[in-house]
T-cell receptor, first 113, second 116 residues
Framework: GENVEQHPSTLSVQEGDSAVIKCTYS??????FPWYKQELGKRPQLIID?????GEKKDQRIAVTLNKTAKHFSLHITETQPEDSAVYFC????????????FGKGTKLSVIP | DAGVIQSPRHEVTEMGQEVTLRCKPI?????LFWYRQTMMRGLELLIY????????DSGMPEDRFSAKMPNASFSTLKIQPSEPRDSAVYFC??????????????FGSGTRLTVV
């Protein structure tokens, strides 16, 4: 089955700096890669996703890049703000007909004012 | 749209008791997933349904866990008997496939289960 590794597990940045979270996946057939943000005590919420036919996608201060050859994808947050503090999860969905997502272990991002 | 609705939000029970968690997916969504979240293991898929039919239950940890989806608007996850190591947050999520595209999940608020 799919295996998703996520790094780092914790990340602290100064407000205004950029944050980068990286994930690798094992199944070359995987074709959909969402990112979720989970604030303390709340549900994970989809913030951005990318499909395997696209190399990069941007939405305001967040962007995701995908390198299919290397089987890794990254989340980039620019001009970080205190409200960006949360746990971020990457996920991958295999292309073999299964609709399940395999999640990374999460990255706890702290933005220091 | 009220989103994915889970109940109860919190459950505290004694070891050995039966626990039933409930989920109402978003109307029209054809996939429903049950996840368990712990600090040690992160988000683990337990089981998922497509059009009310269980597709993959390989994540169900043992026979004490069972899940049903009697209709498109309701699913239950049951633990009987419960054990302290079952303590976790259980999330239900639903999604809609459209023209072969696979949408992201929408998660419910979760049920925080504590077994003492």
């Amino acid at each position: 089955g799919e295996n998703v590794e996520q790094h780092p597990s914790t990340l602290s940045v100064q407000e205004g700096d950029s944050a980068v979270i990286k994930c690798t996946y094992s199944d070359s057939a995987s074709n959909y890669f969402p990112w979720y943000k989970q604030e303390l005590g709340k549900r994970p919420q989809l913030i951005i996703d990318i499909r395997s036919n696209v190399g990069e996608k941007k939405d305001q201060r967040i962007a995701v890049t995908l390198n299919k050859t290397a089987k890794h994808f990254s989340l980039h947050i620019t001009e970080t703000q205190p409200e960006d503090s949360a746990v971020y999860f990457c996920a991958a969905r295999d292309g073999a007909g299964s609709y399940q997502l395999t999640f990374g272990k999460g990255t706890k991002l702290s933005v220091i004012p | 749209d009220a989103g994915v609705i889970q109940s109860p939000r919190h459950e505290v029970t004694e070891m050995g008791q039966e626990v039933t968690l409930r989920c109402k997916p978003i109307s029209g969504h054809d996939y429903l997933f049950w996840y368990r979240q712990t600090m040690m293991r992160g988000l683990e898929l337990l089981i998922y349904f497509n059009n009310n039919v269980p597709i993959d239950d390989s994540g169900m940890p043992e026979d004490r866990f069972s899940a049903k989806m009697p209709n498109a608007s309701f699913s239950t996850l049951k633990i009987q008997p419960s054990e302290p190591r079952d303590s976790a947050v259980y999330f239900c999520a639903s999604s809609l496939t459209e023209r072969g595209l696979r949408d992201g999940y929408t998660f419910g608020s979760g049920t925080r289960l504590t077994v003492v």
